[in-house]
């Protein structure tokens, strides 16, 4: 069974900076594309940003030009370096697949992202 565990999160000030990691186990990591996504309190979960299995990447609009994804296929794992944050980042960050349809069936508990202004 996968298990996707995400840590790194915290609470951080505008204009700080976080690094994410995404640890997969239970799963051939690096044939997959992977995603980060967040969710904050009564909106949708939303993609963040997601990198194919070659290295590719792509980013929502609003984290471009903040946010870099990039992965170690050694370590299985999957990070998200956040920069320049904006209070508006508040939310949990959870990985997974880079698409939906998919993803994986067990999602991580996630990690907190706090920006305060």
């Known amino acids: 069974q996968v298990q996707l565990v995400e840590s790194g999160g915290g609470l951080v000030q505008a204009g700080g900076s976080l690094r994410l990691s995404c640890v997969v186990s239970?799963?051939?990591?690096?044939?997959?594309?992977m995603g980060w996504y967040r969710q904050a309190p009564g909106k949708q979960r939303e993609l963040v940003a997601a990198i194919t299995s070659i290295g590719a990447t792509d980013y929502a609009d609003f984290v471009k030009g903040r946010f870099t994804i990039s992965r170690d296929n050694a370590k299985k794992t999957v990070y998200l370096q956040m920069n320049s944050l904006m209070p508006e980042d508040t939310a949990v960050y959870y990985c997974?697949?880079?698409?939906?349809?998919?993803?994986?069936?067990?999602w991580g508990q996630g990690t907190q992202v706090t920006v305060a202004s």
């Open positions: 997974n697949r880079d698409i939906l349809s998919v993803a994986f069936a067990s």
């Open positions: 239970g799963s051939i990591f690096s044939i997959y594309g």
